[in-house]
């Protein structure tokens, strides 16, 4: 008596689609694949040490995931008839700002001068200056650089005006945080007068 045993390369049908989702939040990704023998699924976060998940399910649970979570997340199912197959799913991870450095420099008049702020968060943050509560804008040899995780503000020409406290307002739709930075007046040295009288 024969009996035939039919064996199928193992393939990914349905895996999860990339998702944003705000810091905190419980995520279930899903991977179903078909094959036979029924293949085996492990998930992996492709970060540089590449942690593996513990267990063998099509349904991989992260629960209040952090911003170090974020990133690409692999499924690869496998039987021992062809090679593995692998899908990849996105996990993009929204929080809100925090200043992680906000330099205060000091200039003498008439130089230049300038005050960096910069800002960790998902989606990247949109940068505010303020003076006294006044809001600064690029005007009046003032001008403000933002790119990416910074903002800069520069002043072309100082004056004893410029001098004192500022603020840096870093703001995405998950929150709002501040800092202050201090532009300090820089007394160059005085040369001695080499012919006195």
């Known amino acids: 008596q024969l009996s035939f045993v039919f064996t199928v390369p193992p393939k990914i049908s349905n895996i999860s689609s990339d998702i944003t989702v705000n810091e905190g939040s419980n995520v279930t990704l899903v991977c179903m694949a078909n094959g036979r023998p029924e293949p085996v699924i492990t998930w992996r976060h492709l970060t540089p040490t590449g942690r593996e998940f513990e267990g063998e399910e099509e ?3 992260i629960l209040g995931i952090t911003r170090e979570q974020s990133g690409k997340y692999e499924c690869k199912a496998a039987n021992e008839v062809a090679s593995a197959d692998v899908k990849q799913v996105r996990v993009t991870v929204n ?5 992680t450095e906000s330099k205060s420099n000091e200039a003498a008049t008439g130089r230049q001068a300038l005050l960096r702020c910069e800002a960790s968060a998902v989606p990247t943050p949109d ?7 006044t809001r600064i804008n690029s005007a009046n040899g003032l001008e403000i650089k933002s790119t990416g995780s910074q903002s800069l503000l520069m002043v072309a020409n100082v004056t004893e005006e410029h001098y004192g406290n500022y603020t840096c307002v870093a703001a995405n739709k998950l929150g709002v945080t501040n800092a202050s930075l ?3 007046k820089r007394v160059l040295p005085t040369l001695p ?3 006195p009288g």
């Open 59 to 61: 349904y991989l649970e």
């Open 182 to 184: 201090y532009l300090y």
């Open 193 to 195: 007068n080499p012919f």
């Open 127 to 133: 940068f505010e200056w303020y003076r006294d509560d």
């Open 95 to 99: 929080y809100p700002p925090t200043i």
